[in-house]
C-alpha cells in the first residue's frame, strides 16, 4: 500500500509539474482546427505566431490556396497543403520576418496535420502559414520543394480538426488560389 501511495504521489507530482504547449483554435464557417504549438521546439516561429493571434494582426485572414495532387503538373516534386494568412506579400499588419529554424534543428517533420511557415527564401517568414496534408517530407531540412534546401519552419501539430482541413483541400481551385477563399472568422490562443 506505502508503494502505491508513494507511486500514485510521483504521478500526480509528474503531471502537476508539466508545462502545457500553447494552443490555438482557428474558427471557420467549415469547423474549428485546434492546434498544439511547440514552443520549446520552435520558440521564435511559436511566439511570432502568437503575437499575430494577440495583436489581432490576422483580422481579415483566409485559407486561400491549396496545393493538391492534381493542381501542380509542372511540379517535379509534389506536396499537399492548404495555405492560410493575409494573401498579400506586403500587407500593412506585417511585423517584420523571422529567423528560419529548420527541422534539422527543431525535429518537428513536416507529418500529416503539421503547421509550418510559408516563405520565399529562409528568414523571409512572416505571417503566412500551411498545413501538411499526409506526411511532406520534401519540405522538411535537406528536402527539395525549395532550392535552397533549407526546409519550411514547422512549429505544431493539428490536434483537432483535422477532418476540417481535408474539407478545406477538397474544396474548389483555381491555379492552387481557393474559389471562393475560406474566412478565417476568429483566431484564438488557449493556454
Do not use: W
Not at 501511495?5 to 469547423?31: D, H, M, R, W, Y
Not at 485572414?61 to 503538373?73: C, E, G, I, P, W
Amino acid at each position: 500500500m506505502k508503494r502505491l501511495i508513494a507511486f500514485l504521489s510521483i504521478v500526480i507530482l509528474l503531471i502537476s509539474c508539466k508545462q502545457n504547449n500553447p494552443t490555438i483554435v482557428i474558427e471557420t464557417e467549415l469547423g474549428n482546427i485546434t492546434i498544439e504549438l511547440y514552443e520549446k521546439q520552435a520558440p521564435i516561429t511559436t511566439q511570432n505566431f502568437i503575437k499575430y493571434i494577440a495583436e489581432k494582426r490576422y483580422l481579415g485572414a483566409t485559407f486561400y490556396r491549396v496545393v493538391t495532387l492534381d493542381n501542380q503538373k509542372n511540379s517535379k516534386i509534389k506536396i499537399e497543403v492548404i495555405q492560410g494568412g493575409l494573401y498579400e506579400d506586403d500587407h500593412p499588419q506585417a511585423l517584420p520576418p523571422i529567423v528560419h529554424e529548420n527541422t534539422n534543428v527543431t525535429g518537428i517533420l513536416h507529418k500529416d496535420g503539421v503547421i509550418s511557415m510559408a516563405r520565399y527564401e529562409a528568414g523571409t517568414a512572416t505571417f503566412e502559414f500551411f498545413i501538411c496534408v499526409g506526411d511532406q517530407p520534401s519540405l522538411d531540412f535537406g528536402g527539395s520543394r525549395n532550392s535552397d534546401n533549407h526546409g519550411f519552419a514547422a512549429f505544431g501539430k493539428v490536434i483537432g480538426g483535422m477532418d476540417v482541413v481535408r474539407k478545406i483541400h477538397k474544396q474548389p481551385d483555381s491555379a492552387q488560389y481557393l474559389v471562393p477563399r475560406i474566412p478565417i472568422t476568429k483566431m484564438l490562443v488557449v493556454y
